[in-house]
């Protein structure tokens, strides 16, 4: 049985005007210039009866309607069907607003539907430049460059896992990334440039090493994991990706081949238990929020409405120039927004959320998705009951919920857990969410392997 693939990339840095997301409230973040530019690229595998799709795409977050027309498109230009298509974020935060997230970025209509259908271009390109391949994977550890930011010495998961595609000639054509850090090194260091961040320097120096090849990376589960401060300097700022690209090329030297005639994909609905917000949290906060507006008040905000809204309260003034009154006024409009939206339907709105779970498989490796911020523990839960010696979280992928932090952090009521369902427009997760997304995670690994 012979396999195929084929790559493709198209650039998909915004127009001028568009605002850049995920670093503060109403910041109005317009980009400045383009450091380096945004890419959607697609990978395409087939074995003449199963063919996959990896759609890698350089943004924070996509809504659910930029994945349905990514992969509508695609569906019908190659008729792979929508369960085989991946659309995944590298979640850089130097990228433009791509989801309806509140005050942190407003969305370009115009951008979206277009970074869409580039997205969608590149697979369908790849498609049509399909070439007889062999594919293997591998795995190594990556230590010493992330930190958990919830807890001191908290966990992180450092496995860094690789797809290899050869061409028949044995020169690489593609390799998949995979690895588990919030890419916002660029952002402390260029917060108004278009850039990749980390995840392009890792891609960048993958295909120098290797003329003719190109990558894709995949991010993990970074909901609690950053790489270390000390990079966010113009000094040291090449260090991680330099790090994860030594392991990577140690995996691509030993990489285990694959049964590329077992491929298969599926895709299932999870529900996910969360609370409903109680009257007395709303009014608390809308309360607060209007007294602050109407007395121009900043005492004690960063115990108060900045210890719940931002991880750390004097980046948030930073980002507003130094200028206290405007962060705190911010982020009393935001509470005054989402409070009053909140109070529309509050009691009408299901106690669940419902979201995509997808798994692809080729032999012994496989990938797996949800669509949140997903926090490590669950992560390694996911990874310690795989079926796959060699695995991918993907995270960020076919849509946003925001997100899904751990018991832990949903006992502290931490910014994950109690403020990203406000900005989402959501109900927060229990401390039964989380594992109720490891078991449809796993699950869906166990229904690629049956």
Known sequence: MTTNAGIARRKISPFWGVELTGWGYYLNRTWLDVHDDLNATSLVIENGNQSIVIVSVDLMVISSEFNLTVRQQITAATGI?????????????????????????????????????????????????????????????????????????????????????????????????????????????????????????????????????????????????????????????????????????????????????????????????????????IADDQAEARQRLNDKDVSGWRESIGRAMTNRPDDMVARHGGDEWKAVEAMCRFNVEWTELMEKDLDERPETLTTEIQALRIGDFGIVTNSSEFFTTLALDVRARSPLPFLILSCYSNGRIGYMPDAHDVERKTYAAYQSPKYCNQFPFTKDSGPAMVDAMVERLGSVCE
């Open 81 to 281: 069907p929508p369960q085989n298509i991946l659309v995944s974020c590298t979640h850089t935060h130097n990228s433009p607003a791509s989801e309806g997230l509140r005050g942190v970025g407003d969305v370009d209509p115009v951008y979206e539907a277009w970074s869409a259908r580039e997205a969608a271009t590149s697979a369908i390109l790849a498609w049509q430049s399909r070439e007889a391949v062999t594919v293997s994977a591998g795995a190594s550890a990556v230590s010493g460059i992330t930190f958990n930011r919830t807890r001191e010495g908290g966990p992180v998961d450092e496995t860094a896992t690789i797809l290899r595609v050869d061409r028949a000639d044995g020169s690489p054509l593609a390799v998949v990334v995979g690895f588990q850090a919030h890419p916002t090194v660029a952002t402390v260091l260029r917060p108004r440039s278009v850039s990749r961040d980390a995840p392009g320097q890792i891609c960048d120096l993958i295909e120098v090493t290797h003329p003719g090849c190109t990558a894709i990376y995949i991010q993990g589960a970074c909901g609690d994991v950053n790489f270390l401060r000390e990079y966010t300097t113009p000094e040291r700022n090449e260090e991680p990706g330099n790090a994860v690209v030594a392991a990577v090329l140690n995996s691509l030297a030993d990489a285990t081949p694959l049964d590329t005639s077992i491929m298969a994909a599926s895709i299932a609905t999870a529900t996910i238990p969360t609370r409903r917000w109680t009257q007395e949290e």
